[in-house]
Nanobody, 117 residues
Framework: QVQLVESGGGLVQPGGSLRLSCAAS????????MGWYRQAPGKERELVAR???????NYADSVKGRFTISRDNAKTTVYLQMNSLKPDDTAVYYC???????????WGQGTQVTVSS
């Protein structure tokens, strides 16, 4: 059974930093593209960062230059380093495997990030 467990969220002031973690099980992690998504109140869930099995990364324009996605295949964990945080980054953050056809079955609870002045 696929399980994705996000952690590391919290309350931070604008300009601050936070690192999120996503522990994955039930997939062949080392062969799987992973991504971070976020959903703010009243907004659709959006993909903000993606990392392929070979290490290629992609970012949404809204976070480019501020966020860094990385992975540790030995720990089957994907990370999102978030710097220079803005109030607009406030959302629930989720991880998933964007290219898997059954990814809608895999959503976890997410982790809340609140950027507040």
């Amino acid at each position: 059974q696929v399980q994705l467990v996000e952690s590391g969220g919290g309350l931070v002031q604008p300009g601050g930093s936070l690192r999120l973690s996503c522990a994955a099980s039930g997939i062949i992690f080392g062969l799987t593209t992973m991504g971070w998504y976020r959903q703010a109140p009243g907004k659709e869930r959006e993909l903000v960062a993606r990392i392929s099995s070979s290490g290629t990364t992609n970012y949404a324009d809204s976070v480019k230059g501020r966020f860094t996605i990385s992975r540790d295949n030995a720990k089957t964990t994907v990370y999102l380093q978030m710097n220079s945080l803005k109030p607009d980054d406030t959302a629930v953050y989720y991880c998933n495997a964007p290219l898997l056809p059954k990814k809608d079955d895999y959503w976890g609870q997410g982790t809340q990030v609140t950027v507040s002045s």
